[in-house]
């Protein structure tokens, strides 16, 4: 990559940050994010009961949290593009489609793990109450943007195929509910019962949710990154292949 | 600096542009008329690189748009049809982000938006939310946004849509000075415009070329162009046609009494040299004692020669 294309890239990924903040959103989305992530951590997760010193309780619902916010976060990135119609200016700048798209999912990305970040007085909370093992709590962290990370390349491909915020948002989560479901261990039990063994690890091992408990563990595995790696760049393709299509059509 | 050849687009089994090809050179004005649906956006969109041409090349400044697109589209300035604009962004940053796709950072920036600020009078609204602005001026940023790197080639759809006539005169005088030393190609519905901008203009009619020539060449195309008109008072029609038939020059003589006053319409023998027919009328009009009141050389009307060449959508449909 030449120093011009990662320089577009940036201008691209600032100019999508910047929308983030001139327009509620991203305060809603922030303070709705950390509200919910005290509530569950709290209330749900009984942080306080277990009496451990780890973020287990904190970290257990991001899967599922994440399912909605992240698409809430992302599903405007193309489809707000293509019905106002900046896609055609967007596109006829000296820019590389693929510019286009890793700058505002980098964009996007960013501003998660900003709200991620904000979680701190998670941290510091436990810390004060406990000795935690500051080195899977970093792993949780990793695990936990890489998953939001994940989901949101789904939603940059799902916001790439329609010009309606909410086609893209249920597109999305759909895909994302799958990609808990396919290794979540209540569903795969269900499956052991009448599938064949390689049908449930094939089925499994398109979830998210096994390689997520790695990093929970404290476990920084290059498999587990890499699977999260491959499924954001796949998403990212189908999303360059759909607007290749567009413009084709 | 621009070379379209052979362009074809398809749609599924629709075709919406059919081997349209023309070229245009530094210093023209292109006007790039049609009826609506025609084709016009389409092949802009071909032009700008922003869909691939189903069969055909466009060429820009020697770079084909297919095979070289960042450097082809880099000498482009374009405005889309329906001039959209970052609404959640201000006039300055939304201008600040066309320059810096543009490459241009820094006090090269400020530059280029000062610059393009002025020409296109948006200096009461540069702070304001881009989505709290008149179609009129949103309509300007996006033009200011198209020209902020002071491309050689400007393609422009229907750059005075919705601009009241104020701003409609501003933007082609803005157009005419650009026009000297850029190619321009912008599509328009209003043929006006075309005799005040364009140096050449072309048709376009269901995806095809209809004609292609300066104003004055189009509006030759006129069945009238070229003929001229005398009102001569209390004389009798038959003898004015007798005399006006009897000229050199003079081709087919039509004639009409109107309350009193012979209407008299004399076409060239030869619609090439008609220079001197308006002249031999008058002469004959003032050795035969023809009080005239009117004397004048049609030149053609634009619009009628728009309608005449292309086809009116209640008709395709009727076809």
Same mark, same amino acid.
């Given at each position: 990559m030449t120093s011009e294309s990662l320089r577009n890239i940036w201008t691209i990924t600032k100019r999508e940050l910047v929308g983030y903040f001139n327009s509620p959103v991203a305060y809603v989305f922030i303070v709705i994010f950390l509200l919910m992530n005290g509530f569950f951590t709290f209330m749900l997760g009984n942080y306080f009961q277990r %009496?451990?010193?780890? $973020?287990n309780s904190f970290f257990m619902w991001h899967p599922w949290l994440y399912l909605f916010l992240v698409p809430a976060a992302g599903m405007r990135l193309w489809s707000e593009e293509r019905r106002v119609g900046t896609l055609e200016l967007l596109l006829t700048m000296p820019i590389s489609a693929w510019q286009a798209i890793i700058g505002k999912f980098l964009a996007c990305w960013l501003f998660l793990a900003l709200a991620l970040a904000l979680t701190f007085p998670v941290v510091l909370t436990t810390m004060y109450l406990g000795d935690p093992d500051l080195g899977s709590i970093v792993a949780g962290y990793v695990g936990s943007l890489l998953l939001a990370g994940a989901y949101l390349a789904v939603t940059v491909m799902t916001s790439a195929m329609t010009r309606n915020q909410v086609i893209s948002f249920i597109l999305s989560v759909v895909i994302c509910f799958f990609l808990i479901l396919a290794g979540w261990e209540p569903v795969t039990e269900l499956m052991v019962r009448w599938a064949p063994d390689w049908l449930v690890t094939t089925v499994a091992s398109f979830s998210v949710m096994p390689h997520f408990a790695q990093f929970q563990r404290g476990v920084l595995d290059f498999r587990d990154i890499l699977f999260f790696g491959s499924v954001i760049g796949f998403c990212l393709f189908c999303t360059s292949v759909v607007l290749r299509g567009l413009r084709g059509a | 600096m621009i070379t379209v050849e052979d362009l074809v687009k398809d749609f599924g089994p629709k075709r919406?542009?059919?081997?349209v090809s023309f070229t245009v050179q530094r210093g023209e004005i292109l006007g790039f008329l049609g009826p609506n649906g025609a084709g016009k956006s389409t092949t802009m969109r071909m032009i700008t690189g922003f869909i691939p041409p189903t069969h055909g090349k466009v060429v820009v400044g020697g770079h084909d748009v297919n095979e070289a697109p960042i450097e082809a589209k880099r000498l482009i300035g374009y405005l889309p049809e @329906? /001039? *959209?604009?970052? @609404?959640?962004? &201000?006039v300055h940053g939304f201008l600040s982000f066309a320059a810096e796709m543009r490459g241009l950072h820094g006090s090269a920036r400020e530059e280029a938006v000062r610059r393009v600020v002025g020409m296109c009078f948006l200096e009461n609204v540069l702070h304001q939310s881009v989505d709290t602005l008149s179609k009129g001026y949103r309509h300007r940023t996006c033009l200011a946004q198209s020209i902020i790197h002071d491309p050689q080639v400007l393609v422009l759809?229907? *750059? &005075?849509? %919705?601009?009241d006539p104020n701003q409609k005169h501003e933007i082609r005088q803005l157009l005419k000075r650009f026009g000297r030393d850029k190619a321009i190609i912008f599509s328009t519905h209003i043929l006006e415009e075309v005799d005040a901008v364009c140096s050449r203009a072309i048709i376009i009619d269901r995806g095809q070329v209809v004609a292609n020539g300066t104003p004055a060449e189009l509006r030759a195309r006129h069945e009238l162009a070229g003929s001229v008109t005398l009102r001569v008072q209390a004389a009798a029609a038959e003898t004015v046609r007798g005399r006006l038939s @009897? $000229? %050199? &020059? /003079?081709g087919k003589v039509t004639v009409s009494t109107d309350s009193g006053t012979v209407l008299a319409r004399i076409f060239p023998r030869d619609k090439t040299v008609n220079g001197d027919l308006a002249r031999s009328v008058a002469e004959l009009a003032g050795k035969e004692g023809w009080r005239f009141d009117e004397l004048r050389t049609e030149e053609g009307r634009l619009d009628d020669v728009f309608r005449a060449i292309t086809q009116p959508d209640t008709r395709r449909q009727g076809a």
């Open positions: %009496g451990e010193a780890n $973020l | 919406a542009v059919n081997r @329906s /001039a *959209p604009c970052y @609404s959640d962004m &201000t759809d229907e *750059p &005075t849509d %919705g601009l @009897s $000229l %050199g &020059t /003079a």
